[in-house]
């Protein structure tokens, strides 16, 4: 297989920690493992999702998060093509 030529889908979360209440689906259920809870928290005293350190680009922009999110906190703000060799997997 030529990963030169391969493209490969990659997301870009929009996250909004006020509207978080720190349930975990999203990180729990992430496929790519791609998010954890901050260390900071928000108004309302919770823990929001970040991106891990070393995994912007990991998202392969399935979608399960913003699906699951019961508070449409977090979702996919752009999906980009982008030559697999370059995605951290
Ligand atoms: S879109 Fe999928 S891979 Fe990307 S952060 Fe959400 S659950 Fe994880
Ligand atoms: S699923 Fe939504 S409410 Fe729950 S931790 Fe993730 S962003 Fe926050």
Redesign the pocket.
Known sequence: MNLEKLLVPVGFLQ??PE?????????EFCPRNV?E?SEDVNSRG?H??IIRKGMEMSCSACGM?QR???????YLEKVEKIPAKKVIR
């Open positions: 996250i909004s509207l978080c209440k720190g349930c975990g689906f999203c990180i998010l809870f919770y929001y999702p998060c699951i999110c019961p508070d449409y906190a977090i």
